[in-house]
């Protein structure tokens, strides 16, 4: 991000949306506090290349002079958020199932239904 933050003390977040990714983040370093509010900023700030989501929970390791010395980041997918797993779905067409089986596998309990003439 190119912000001195110091070393890191916190990644806490702050507000998740409906699909469990993080919306806003707090990052609270020696020298500075800074809240992210959106999604891809989150993803581009923690990561060179960029996170696949924001989907994930944080957890601090190896403390010392309470710096963590690392951060561990457990992911929860990297899809829209939806249900729908695209490479799963890619899969399953590959493999000859037709879309409404795709989408029927993925939501369980749905109607497909024509709604046009």
């Keep these: 991000s190119g912000i001195d933050f ?5 990644l806490i ?3 998740r949306g409906y699909s469990g990714r993080i919306l806003k983040l ?4 020696e020298k500075k506090i800074l809240t992210i509010g959106k999604e891809l900023e989150i993803r ?4 060179k ?11 601090k390791e190896e403390i010392k002079n309470n710096i963590p010395q690392k951060f561990i980041l457990n992911g929860a997918g990297w899809g829209h958020g939806v249900g729908l797993c695209q490479i799963g779905a890619a899969v399953m ?3 000859g199932y037709n879309f409404d089986e ?7 309990g749905a109607k497909i239904q ?4």
């Design 6 to 10: 110091g070393g890191i003390i916190g």
């Design 13 to 15: 977040p702050v507000e």
């Design 26 to 29: 707090k990052i609270i370093g």
């Design 44 to 47: 581009k700030t923690l990561s």
């Design 49 to 59: 290349s960029h996170l696949y989501s924001s989907a994930f929970t944080v957890r």
């Design 93 to 95: 067409g590959e493999s």
């Design 102 to 108: 795709i989408l029927l596998h993925y939501f369980k």
């Design 114 to 117: 024509k709604i046009y003439s």
